[in-house]
């Protein structure tokens, strides 16, 4: 299928191949529709003129004319590139373009209403097309034209008030309990030995499992008792062949240093000299030397580097062996199993995070071991965490009421 013909600015083709022309002009909307694409450009130049359009205006109000892909590739780079991975900056960039990128691109931001914003919603629906990935560049472009407002480019927002065909709820964001933590850990030491002390590290850091991956022995200070969290692993698939690569955090607030907790220090002394130990078994067919991938404090069982992949599937095990165990003590036992759910490594993090607020922690401090980017998304978790305790905590009110007759 050939590249779709690149068309002139606030002009687009619609979903069933007709063109249409809109723009608005000294608050005059241009709103024009034609099968042929060259007729419907001389209408479109021709109305422009009658509403005093010309290159000079152009000139004078160079902003607000620009494009919504022109002005979306000036702020994306200026706004989102230096605070976000470098991993990530394709893929951002690619959703924007395959949806409202595609479909209202060649719009000037100062022309886009509402009703554009709404219709090409509309369509992708149609297509098909509306899915997690569009929720995300609805986001994207929301964000875009507000900094456009709050540099006077434009006059308001046309992504406010919109109807979505997404659900507005919040995921089902899964953390273990204290029974299913021990239950899990307990499993991991006698049937996954070598990455017990890695899961318990996790458990009490909160660590994601890209920083989990990109941790070196340099980051960990014993003398301080602190872990300095400066990178993260990245691991995906270009064309069938396998990369890795250490690259910055996810965001700079992921940039932080996170105290001793719990047992961390025993635990790290523990991978240490299961480490030295693998090393000298292995000899020669230790693999950890992957470019700038030394001296990583977490690898698998050969010497490779901690993917995220491969820590998934080594808690899979982990949770699988409890599930078995568990089958079997319920029949003998005579009862029914209770089984635990799939534990993805975010859960493990969230779950240091329950901890935490189940500590009474400060969320601001909280906030800050987590190394979310937003106060907000600590709260979220908090929110969660205390919902499960307002039938606790309700029952302790008592003021001394007491019924008069």
Request: with cysteine.
């Amino acid at each position: 299928m050939g590249r779709k013909k690149k068309l002139p600015p606030n002009i687009r083709q619609k979903s069933n191949g007709s063109y249409e022309a809109r723009k608005r002009i000294n608050g005059v909307e241009i709103n024009l529709c034609n099968n042929d694409l060259d007729e419907l450009i001389k209408e479109f130049e021709l109305a422009k003129k009658k509403l005093g359009y010309s290159d000079e205006n152009v000139k004078s109000n160079q902003n607000g004319y620009m494009s919504l892909n022109e002005w979306f590739e000036k702020w994306f780079t200026t706004y989102r590139v230096p605070y976000i991975k470098e991993t990530s900056v394709a893929p951002m960039k690619n959703r924007y373009y395959r949806t409202f990128g595609q479909k209202l691109g060649q719009m000037s931001i100062n022309s886009i209403t509402n009703y554009d914003i709404q219709n090409a919603i509309a369509e992708m629906k149609k297509e098909g097309k509306v899915n997690s990935a569009t929720k995300e560049a609805f986001a994207r472009v929301r964000d875009c034209l507000e900094s456009a407002k709050n540099n006077k480019m434009i006059d308001t927002n046309p992504c406010f008030d919109i109807i979505v065909p997404w659900e507005r709820k919040k995921p089902n964001r899964r953390f273990l309990t204290v029974e299913e933590q021990n239950n899990f850990l307990e499993t991991a030491k006698f049937d996954r030995e070598f990455y017990y002390p890695m899961f318990m590290i996790m458990f009490q850091t909160g660590l994601r499992i890209g920083e989990v991956g990109g941790l070196k022995w340099s980051d960990v200070d014993f003398i301080n008792k602190k872990i300095y969290v400066r990178r993260s692993l990245s691991c995906h698939y270009l064309n069938g062949v396998k990369t890795m690569k250490l690259s910055s955090t996810k965001t700079i607030n992921s940039v932080r240093e996170i105290p001793f907790l719990g047992n961390v220090e025993e635990m790290f002394n523990r991978q240490k000299a299961a480490q030295d130990k693998l090393r000298a078994n292995l000899g020669s067919r230790y693999r950890s030397e992957y470019d700038d991938m030394t001296n990583l404090v977490f690898t698998t069982s050969m010497g490779s580097p901690m993917t995220r992949y491969t820590a998934e599937k080594e808690i899979n095990k982990v949770v699988k062996a409890y599930n078995e165990m568990e089958n079997f003590n319920a029949v003998k036992e005579n009862r029914v199993p209770k089984l635990m759910e799939h534990v993805h490594p975010h859960a493990i993090r969230r779950t240091f995070c329950t901890r935490c607020f189940e500590s009474n922690m400060n969320p601001k401090v909280v906030q800050k071991l987590m190394g979310h980017a937003t106060y907000s998304t600590t709260i979220d978790i908090y929110t969660d965490v205390m919902k499960d305790k307002m039938d606790e905590e309700v029952l302790k009110f008592d003021i001394g009421f007491e019924d008069e007759e």
